[in-house]
């Protein structure tokens, strides 16, 4: 089964997970069939800004995998 992103029907490469304490939000390769975060499609993980005064930390590697770990 594909995810799809949370904020279109578009398949998921990404996933977003962040801190509020920490005010961090990070994005990092969709690995898995089951995200612990939120799984953005490829436009609306580059279009991510985070709110103000938080940071951004950018963890996807810079070639996309082909295939993602079904298991």
């Not at 949370?6 to 920490?22: G, L």
């Not at 993980?45 to 770990?69: C, E, H, I, K, M």
Request: charged share 20%; glycine share 2%; hydrophobic share 35%.
């Amino acid at each position: 089964m594909t995810i799809t992103c949370t904020r279109c029907s578009q398949p998921a490469h990404t996933v977003m997970t962040f801190v509020y304490s920490d005010q961090e939000v990070w994005l990092d390769d969709a690995t898995t069939s089951k995200p612990d975060g939120y799984p953005l499609c490829e436009v609306h993980a580059n279009r991510l800004s985070p709110p103000v005064g938080w940071t951004l930390t950018d963890r996807r590697s810079p070639v996309r995998t082909l295939f993602v770990d079904v298991a």
